[in-house]
């Protein structure tokens, strides 16, 4: 089984939509990432949380936000979708044993149309 | 802020020859710096990594990668390309902080038979 999990792998929304994505792992790691891969652009960061009561915003947050439910669990919200929003994204994880190396999920394909 | 450039968004070799793919990174501090590389369809996974020590890094599949302080940089190289291979290579470097990575634009090797 997959050490990071990322629902749903693929999605297709509307402008204005609400929608959610899920990462969970069982690597045991504390620290919790969101990114946005677009072409040419590499990825960027959206939000990180190193503990359930840590959360941070990276370099692109405005129109999302993030959920800690647990330890094992980040969730990204769109709160309310557009077109430009459209990308994959990747959640990874990390712990301050693994010398800033992050574990990525598979992906998530996101399309707003 | 650190940044990464990745000189050649494209790459092409042929089977057998030798891969060079580019990276320069700035940084006010000493850096951990990563490749990555993403095969079609799939999360991004670790080549290497530089933390302290030697500065020549081997990673996996035949890869290494050399820290020059000087030039600040950080090449990825492999003597002889494989047709597997093929796939987007990412540089990244941790943050000032140690709190996040920051990714290159990337660059994709195709490797012709």
């Known amino acids: 089984d997959a050490d990071v999990t990322q629902t749903p792998r693929n999605r297709i929304t509307k402008t204005g939509k609400r929608i959610m994505l899920e990462c969970s792992q069982t690597?045991?790691?504390?620290?919790m990432y969101w990114y946005r891969q677009d072409p040419g652009l590499g990825l960027r960061l959206i939000y990180y949380?190193?503990?359930?009561?840590?959360?941070n915003k990276g370099e692109i947050s405005d129109g999302y936000s993030v959920s800690r439910q647990a330890q094992a669990k980040f969730s990204l919200s769109l709160e309310s979708a557009i077109p430009n929003q459209t990308a994959l994204y990747f959640c990874?994880?990390?712990?301050?044993?693994?010398?800033?190396?992050?574990?990525f999920g598979p992906g998530t394909r996101l399309l707003v149309l | 802020a650190q940044s990464v450039t990745q000189l050649g968004s494209h790459v092409s070799v042929s089977e057998g020859a030798l891969v060079l793919l580019r990276c320069n990174y700035s940084?006010?501090?000493?850096?951990?710096l990563f490749w990555y590389v993403q095969y079609p369809n799939q999360g991004l996974q670790l080549l290497l990594k530089?933390?302290?020590?030697?500065?020549l890094v081997k990673g996996i599949n035949g890869f290494e990668a050399e820290f020059k302080k000087s030039e600040t940089s950080f090449h990825l190289t492999k003597p002889s390309a494989h047709m597997s291979d093929a796939a987007e290579y990412f540089c990244?470097?941790?943050?000032?902080?140690?709190?996040?990575?920051?990714f290159g634009s990337g660059t994709r090797l195709q490797v012709q038979p």
């Open positions: 990874a994880t990390s712990d301050r044993t693994s010398r800033e190396t992050q574990y």
């Open positions: 690597k045991g790691h504390d620290r």
């Open positions: 949380s190193f503990d359930v009561k840590d959360i």
């Open positions: 940084s006010s501090v000493p850096p951990y």
């Open positions: 530089y933390t302290t020590g030697a500065t």
């Open positions: 990244a470097v941790s943050d000032t902080g140690r709190r996040a990575l920051t």
